[in-house]
Nanobody, 115 residues
Framework: QVQLVESGGGLVQAGGSLRLSCAAS????????MGWYRQAPGKQRELVAR???????NYADSVKGRFTISRDNAKNTVYLQMNSLKPEDTAVYYC?????????WGQGTQVTVSS
């Protein structure tokens, strides 16, 4: 089992910044991929950014150049730095870890961007 705990969401004005954190615990060895997804009201959950099994990064086209994913292996924590936020970035953001053919999810953290 992998436990994921997110923090850092909130309300911000358009153009502002937020940093999300995701701390992993439990059976964290052999995690293949780890990253962030989001789900806006009435929409499907979508990939925002993630580390691949090879250590590279993937970003959704809509966030490229504005969001940056990073990690601190010593703290088993992944971060999402979100800059130049737009109202369309408003969503619940979920941390995800994929390990041994299973997906693990955090509880989600709300990000609201006002115009």
């Amino acid at each position: 089992q992998v436990q994921l705990v997110e923090s850092g969401g909130g309300l911000v004005q358009a153009g502002g910044s937020l940093r999300l954190s995701c701390a992993a615990s439990g059976s964290i060895f052999n995690i293949a991929t780890m990253g962030w997804y989001r789900q806006a009201p009435g929409k499907q959950r979508e990939l925002v950014a993630r580390f691949t099994s090879g250590g590279t990064t993937n970003y959704a086209d809509s966030v490229k150049g504005r969001f940056t994913i990073s990690r601190d292996n010593a703290k088993n924590t992944v971060y999402l730095q979100m800059n130049s936020l737009k109202p369309e970035d408003t969503a619940v953001y979920y941390c995800n870890a994929h390990r041994a053919f299973l997906d693990y999810w955090g509880q989600g953290t709300q990000v609201t961007v006002s115009s």
